[in-house]
């Protein structure tokens, strides 16, 4: 999906050059195939014989959706325990700039009543 985001549109052999260490033609094309089947990946179009696929999703969009998943399968959904857990195994390397950024974001999600 990173060589497809990145691309904004290609083909399976676009999308393959896009891979470091990329894989056979024939497993990116079932990939890509199986990415479609999922709703990740939609067809645009033809250029020649080869297909032309294309993010069904922004990468913002997938990753808000692939994070929630993460959250809810690995944290029982808590964002404080996920949190607490990355900045933990971190060893705390978290900036002043960072710090006063996740206050920001924590107030102004009270004010908002989330």
């Given at each position: 999906?990173?060589?497809?985001?990145?691309?904004?549109?290609?083909?399976?052999?676009?999308?393959?050059?896009?891979?470091?260490?990329?894989?056979?033609?024939?497993?990116?094309?079932?990939?890509?195939?199986?990415?479609?089947?999922?709703g990740?990946?939609?067809?645009?179009?033809?250029?020649?014989?080869?297909?032309?696929?294309?993010?069904?999703?922004?990468?913002?969009?997938?990753?808000?959706?692939?994070?929630?998943?993460?959250?809810?399968?690995?944290?029982?959904?808590a964002?404080?325990?996920?949190?607490?857990?990355?900045?933990?195994?971190?060893?705390?390397?978290?900036?002043?700039?960072?710090?006063?950024?996740?206050?920001?974001?924590?107030?102004?999600?009270?004010?908002?009543?989330?």
């Open positions: 999906m990173d060589a497809l985001h990145a691309a904004g549109s290609a083909t399976v052999a676009e999308i393959q050059v896009g891979i470091p260490s990329p894989p056979t033609d024939m497993a990116v094309r079932r990939l890509v195939h199986i990415l479609e089947e999922k990740h990946v939609k067809r645009q179009g033809k250029r020649g014989r080869e297909v032309i696929y294309a993010p069904a999703q922004s990468k913002a969009r997938a990753g808000l959706k692939a994070l929630r998943h993460v959250l809810d399968t690995f944290f029982g959904g964002v404080d325990v996920a949190l607490a857990a990355h900045l933990t195994k971190r060893g705390g390397d978290l900036t002043e700039e960072q710090a006063e950024r996740l206050h920001e974001l924590i107030e102004q999600a009270r004010k908002e009543g989330r």
